[in-house]
Structure formats: C-alpha cells, structure tokens
C-alpha cells in the first residue's frame, strides 16, 4: 500500500499518515476508512499530521478530491490536519478547493517538517484547551 497510517504518540491524539512516493485513490479509501476506525477507539479529539514529502504524484482529479474533503463534514473527533511538506502546488490546490468549497482552511495547516507539524497541533490544542 503506498499511504501508511499510525498513531504518533502513546496519548493517542495525533495520526501519522504517511504518502510514499506512488499511492492511488483506492489506498487513500482504504486509509480514510483504517481512521475513521481508529478515531472510534478513543474518547478524545484526534489531529492528524498527513506526510507528504516523497508523494511524487499529482493524481488526475485530485482538485475533486481535496474539494470533497473540505465539503464534507469532519468526523466529531477530527482535529486539525497539518500537511508536511507540500510543495506551492499542493498548497494552492488545497486553497483552491476551498474557495470551490467556500471554506476557510482553518483547520488545516502546512509544515516543512514533522517537529514543526507537531508543534502547530500543540499550539492549536492548547488553543481548545486541550
């Protein structure tokens, strides 16, 4: 599978997906899917931090994609996403779905690395008072 999920720390409060260089949609439904399970295991409100550094792909229909998941209704126990190292295209692809969407990304951010990825959630959760 091109697309691996984890958990991130022992608080089980943040997931780590990670995109290798080739994944398809289908690995995407199927982690998508491996989450929203893992969300139902824990009473509390789960970050995700989505890795994208080695994706090489810029998949056909990815703009409906991004869209969809910003129209979409999050799931009650989805925090923030923060996605580690897109590059200016990917970045303006999630900025164009949301204008698609007519939603703000508030809820999620970009980082260059996982440290700074972490750090952002933290400061979002401390924020909710989390």
């Known amino acids: 599978m091109g697309i691996q999920i984890q958990w991130d720390n022992n608080e089980k409060t943040i997931l780590l997906v990670t995109f290798e260089a080739e994944w398809t ?3 995407l439904v199927v982690i998508d899917a491996h989450a929203t399970a893992l969300y139902s295991t824990v009473p509390h409100i789960v970050d995700i931090v989505a890795d994208v550094r080695h994706n090489r ?19 009650p126990r989805a925090g923030m996403a923060v996605v580690v190292g897109a590059n200016t295209r990917l970045r303006t692809l999630f900025e164009a779905a949301a204008r698609l969407a007519d939603k703000p990304l508030t809820r999620i951010g970009f980082a260059d690395s996982l440290e ?14 989390l």
Do not use: C, K, M
């Open 116 to 129: 700074e990825a972490r750090t952002l959630i933290a400061a979002a959760r401390a924020q909710r008072g």
């Open 57 to 75: 792909l810029i998949l056909s229909g990815v703009l409906s994609y991004v869209r969809s998941l910003l129209i979409l209704p999050w799931n």
């Open 25 to 27: 949609w289908e690995d």
